[in-house]
Nanobody, 120 residues
Framework: VQLQASGGGLVQFGGSLRLSCAASGNITSVNSMGWYRQAPGKRREFVATINSTSTTQYAKSVKDRFTISGDVAKNTVYLQMSSLKPADTADYYC???????????????WGQGTQVTVSS
């Protein structure tokens, strides 16, 4: 399973960015997709997730500013980020909880990080 994330970049305080992620490969089904982030010198932290019933969850730090959307059945997920703050600066990692013919139980798969930098 491969995940390709894109959309990161440099943005000013209060600006917006939209991240995209698509999963590909020999996928049987995807239960959920979402995003984590890791700031320099910090642990990776949960940002948002969406499942196959379009139920969403958000970290408290991004709720009301970020919106996750997508079509899990089509293996795509987006993260619309608004009112960005310098504290949002991090590498953002897409993940998918997926099953494959070789791994029937859902397992997490990760994409490469896409860098988001918010200037003050």
């Amino acid at each position: 399973v491969q995940l390709q994330a894109s959309g990161g970049g440099l943005v000013q305080f209060g600006g917006s960015l939209r991240l995209s992620c698509a999963a590909s490969g020999n996928i049987t089904s995807v239960n959920s997709m979402g995003w984590y982030r890791q700031a320099p010198g910090k642990r990776r932290e949960f940002v948002a997730t969406i499942n196959s019933t379009s139920t969403t969850q958000y970290a408290k730090s991004v709720k009301d500013r970020f919106t996750i959307s997508g079509d899990v059945a089509k293996n795509t997920v987006y993260l619309q980020m608004s009112s960005l703050k310098p504290a949002d600066t991090a590498d953002y990692y897409c993940f998918a909880e997926a099953s494959t013919p070789m791994a029937v139980s859902p397992s997490p798969y990760w994409g490469q990080g896409t860098q988001v930098t918010v200037s003050s």
